[in-house]
């Protein structure tokens, strides 16, 4: 892969900068960056940007120059574009990973899914982190509850679509004993009030649900044809936690059979999203961090 361009010093760990560069099909792909060293990017999960990687980011900084786009469709990046697929999303990464010199990546939940498509397209010299990637396998349809999520969005009741998306991808279990009613009232007042939002530049919740519908056509388009990440020669990290849902540990360990340079780590104590901000990102930078370096 050529490299245009190699940062080796993006700024301080706490005060990101940020910049966007253009992917194959012109689309805009707007970045964060911080710390300096060797170049790693971060891709976020569903419902998410840039913003709920900020900690993660700042504690690999001290080690690395972080890059965390915005997924397109989101944030300080383009629009999903015609003809919308995964490929897109791996068009993103490589155009940064060629701008900035990186072959490293981690990807978060759907994120992850992108991480490991893209190691399909990448030099074997390249080292790939994928947490539970949410991988229909073994018959199980992961995103099976797309179908009432997008008749809610359509319907503007994007508190109804939150629990949808909540209950159908194993969300916190507490939410098992609320009735839907009472969640989605809980809900539609935290979005009225932007109570979800840590900080004032942070893209509100309410714009991100309708996102989720992107999230869950990678989820459904990669559901076939799973044997193909045999042909992965990168190396790969693949993490759970211990306290998530069984069907995406069981997932995981099925991708640790079919990959070849697979070795897997589970994090103690933490679910899905412990490289959240308001998860254990410490927790997951510290074993990326061992696999990086």
């Known amino acids: 892969?050529?490299?245009?361009?190699?940062?080796?010093?993006?700024?301080?760990?706490?005060?990101?900068t940020q910049g966007s560069i253009p992917s194959r099909d012109g689309t805009p792909v707007g970045f964060r960056c911080f710390g300096s060293g060797r170049a790693i990017i971060l891709l976020h999960g569903g419902m998410m940007t840039a913003q709920n990687f900020r900690e993660l980011a700042s504690t690999l900084a001290s080690s690395f120059c972080v890059y965390v786009p915005d997924?397109?469709?989101?944030?300080?990046?383009?629009?999903?574009?015609?003809?919308?697929?995964?490929?897109?999303?791996?068009?993103d990464v490589l155009a940064l990973a060629e701008h900035t010199g990186a072959e490293r990546i981690f990807g978060l939940s759907s994120g992850a899914i992108i991480a490991l498509e893209t190691a399909l397209l990448v030099p074997p010299t390249w080292r790939v982190a994928a947490y539970?990637?949410?991988?229909?396998?073994?018959?199980?349809?992961?995103?099976?509850?797309?179908?009432?999520?997008?008749?809610?969005?359509?319907?503007?009741?994007?508190?109804?679509a939150f629990v949808t998306v909540l209950r159908g991808t194993a969300g916190p279990a507490w939410l098992a004993f609320i009735p839907r009613p009472l969640l989605a009232a809980l809900f539609?007042?935290?979005?009225?009030h932007d109570l979800t939002r840590g900080d004032p530049s942070d893209v509100p919740l309410k714009t991100l649900i309708p996102t989720m519908h992107s999230d869950a056509l990678?989820?459904?388009?990669?559901?076939?044809?799973?044997?193909?990440l045999r042909a992965i020669q990168a190396e790969v990290l693949l993490m759970t936690g211990s306290r998530s849902p069984a069907f995406l540990r069981s997932g995981v360990a099925?991708?640790?059979?079919l990959i070849p340079k697979a070795k897997h780590v589970e994090l103690l104590g933490v679910g899905h999203t412990a490289a959240d901000n308001r998860g254990k990102p410490a927790l997951v930078a510290e074993a990326l961090r061992q696999f990086f370096e």
């Open 1 to 16: 892969m050529d490299r245009k361009h190699i940062a080796t010093d993006c700024t301080l760990p706490h005060a990101p």
């Open 71 to 91: 997924r397109r469709g989101r944030g300080a990046s383009g629009p999903y574009g015609p003809a919308y697929s995964v490929r897109r999303d791996c068009e």
């Open 132 to 160: 539970e990637p949410p991988y229909s396998i073994a018959g199980r349809d992961n995103a099976a509850w797309l179908e009432r999520f997008d008749h809610e969005v359509r319907a503007g009741d994007l508190a109804s």
């Open 188 to 192: 539609a007042h935290a979005l009225r």
């Open 218 to 228: 990678i989820v459904r388009e990669t559901t076939t044809g799973i044997e193909r």
């Open 254 to 257: 099925r991708l640790f059979e």
